[in-house]
């Protein structure tokens, strides 16, 4: 699953400062991609905005060594962020969880789509609808202009 | 000696920008015609003195004038000559004269190349731009001189940022400027005819050219940027939605907007208040970004500096002048009628789906931005990041890639869905089964893959279409002749989004990266390619030192090869290690080499390697856009109707 | 009221919020810590290695761990406070010496003073992870019931002992 959402998320990402390297090795492919979804998706809390894969500073290095240790201890994916959030705080995390102090965050925008797209369908179905036309008001308007023409 | 003259330049040009902003809105107020003519020569007077000013802090940099702070602080007498340039507006009041200098330019380019317009109405321009030239100059005089001295002078420079020490960051935030700075030509328009309540085709038209050409730098300059993090950086990354990115995009997202919403208005008169809010909205992104980056309310990276005493100034001009444009937005917007009704099925809603898209992906930008602000007063803390960023962005963009294409054929005014139907139904079959087979010859299967290349291939089909269709009427020459500029200008835009949705889908999906040990000799092979590793060796250079790596590359077949030095170099005066990856580019894919650390005392490195298919195309079309920004300003329906404008401006005067 | 209002409206909340986050800190990251027990840990002293200090040791007494190291600079600057706050023998003061090398770090204690009742040494920096250490110095407030009451980030200064640590050190002992 945890594949499937870094394939179907686009994982575009910058590091503003020079990315550190290190050569880990894996068991297998599979921890290896669960590993990279992670440090990108850690925050460098020392850094000026940065996650743990693009940052070379001291303790991103030993959180990359924790996630690492860890994978390799056959922890999930979410065990890792659990871990990284006891100690740290929602801050660490790039991805906010979906929690009450989010809701906002995540279903807003779309709140938002779903409103204005219905606003805006409504006035534009209006528009289209043909304008009704008062029978009284037109047989009296019609009298109107009878008699108006009759005292020319 | 210069310095006091550029700082003497700054408050002259400041008295100038004052005057250019109060006598000649007052005159168009009151109708007094000697205060209105006054705006042209001042809009020229002060673009004269803050070119001045700016030539001052160029030669304090050119001379090593280190006795100036800001040069002191920023440049050194190694640096070479281009980043001695560049280096002006390298940090915090460099960059803002340079705002200042481009907000002058864009001015006098209106004061200059607006022949069409009518006078009291440019007047008006003149003066809201002259407003805002002033609270920037007051903000530099008061806050952030650059020409404030050093006494004593240092000997030697600190140096310029190693990281900005490149030609392509150099002329990143020239581009960035005339983009989002241009904005505030639109919405200098945008204020005055509100003010006038002249919100009509006319006033569309005058504002779509400068609309354009501000888009297209921004286009570039956000370009450049994410380019330049990519070669720089040593992440192979290009975007990473970090604050300051944000708020150069979130103005591009809301000038595409504006864009496609003065077209409705310039032609059908519909949508004035949409339009003339975007207008303001656009280059309120513009001013809201210049805070975010220099008040420290939010980290960054990018952040030129985090003063909150600063940001007060900012947030205050901010209050003024958005504030104030709301609130007469608010005002006169309820007077803005249009003449004509939208049906639901026509170009008009059509482009009008498209602003909404936009500008709810703008709000969900802006959103998670400030978000963590609003929890962080809640007494929380988060971070929002990437993963929130894509998510939204893409959701709330892929409806567009469809929309586009049946933007470029449905009619104006009223359509029908049996005609779009039967017109669109083959194609988009075709689409479909042509982006089954591209997906087909790629490494392994990916929906998102696949839905990628869908749109790109059905904006380029339909694309397609709308040319035939207009050119299947008549000989090639006639229609070629009587073919707007700005009809090539749409196919271009829309062609640069499918080419930047090709290389985003390709890059993001398909892309290799390996971190490994390497010792010399040692092989990796990845997606066809054999990266051998020869070790390395170490160089003096300029004003720093590098330790270069050498990697021969070579196709499985043996019909490529190439050889790439990745570099670590130590800037002699800031002593940042800085790392320079090799590239080989292609236009189909790079190849990427990174240099990580020393591992072992038999000359391993750890080092990075990746494979990144069709990333060229990010950039590509982003180019594409810009060119298509570039034919759609330079449409002469622009600048033919000066005879016609002007005779109907007087009758609308009585207005204001 | 105009719905053309709507965009000054919402201008309006966002400049608010703007504006009182000028006055917040985005880079100080606040502790999950906080009410919740103090991480276990059993670390080698650094004047006696082969001894070691548990926080279950520290179980039934209010005390306060500083992280330090020889090479953080800030460390020196609060290391009067600290040094008060020690001899003040109202709680027992722990250092987490934490990544750095044995040596500098008992020289250091050397040159400057030794304020702390003992210091343990977290040379890999792996506790400090536990405890949400992401900066030095940091300084925390145990209660007796192993619980961690308050975090300190950055250098304690005067002012804050006084202020802040001190009445949450006599609330801690009543």
Redesign the interface.
Known sequence: MKRLLLLFVFSLWVAPMQAAIEAYQFDSPEMEADYNQLIDELRC??CQNQNLSGSDA??AR??RR?TYQMLQQGKSQQEVVDFM?????D?VLYRPQFQSNTYLLWLGPFLLLVLVLYLVVRWLRAADKPVEVDAAAMAEAKQLLEDNESHK | MIPELGQFALIIALCVAFTQAVVPLAGAGLGVQRWIVLAVPAALAQLLFVGIAYACLTWAFLSNDFSVLYVAKNSNSLLPLIYKISGVWGAHEGSLLLWSLVLALWTGAVALFTPNVPRVMRARVLAILGLVSCGFLLFIIVTSNPFERLLPAAAQGSDLNPLLQDIGLAIHPPMLYLGYVGFSVAFAFSIAALISGQVDSAWARWSRPWTNVAWLFLTLGIALGSWWAYYELGWGGWWFWDPVENASFMPWIVGTALMHSLAITEKRGSFK?WTA?LA??AF?LSLLGT?LVR?????SVHAFASD?ER??FI?GF??LV??GS??L??WR??LLRSAVQTRLLSRDSALLANNIFLTVACSAILLGT?Y???I??MGG?ISVGPPYFNLMFLTLTAPLGVLIGIGMLIRWKSDSLERLGAKLKIPALVVLVLALLISLTLPYWIWTAYLGIAMALWIAVTAGMAIYERFHHRSLLSTLRSTPAGFYGMLLGHLGIAVFIVGVTLTSLYNQEKDLRMAPGDVYKVAGYEFTFHGVRDFNIDNYVATRGGFTVRSEEGDFKVDLFPEKRVYLVQTMPMTEAAIDAGLTRDLFIALGEPLDKEGAWAVRIYYKPFIRWIWLGAIIMALGGLFAASDRRYRRLARSTSSSSTGVEQLS | M?R??L??VV??L??G????????D??K?????IDKPAPEFSLSMLATPSRQLSTKDMLGQVWVLNVWASWCVSCRAEHAVITALANKNLVTVVGLNY?DEPGDATRWLEQFGNPYATSVIDQ???VG????V??VPETFVIGADGMIKYKHIGPVTHESLEQTIMPILKELKS
């Open positions: 809390l020392v001291d303790l030993d959180l924790e959030v006891a100690r740290y705080g801050f | 208040a809010l303001i909205f309120a805070f008040s420290g309310v939010l980290t909150p940001g007060v947030l901010l209050v958005v504030g709301l609130t937005f608010a917007a309820p400030l963590p602000i609003a962080d007063a803390k | 105009s053309f209002a965009p000054l201008f309006v966002m400049v919020l703007l504006g009182y986050g000028l006055r917040l985005p880079k990251v606040p502790s999950p810590l990544k890999d920096g792996r992870i536990d405890w949400g992401y900066g």
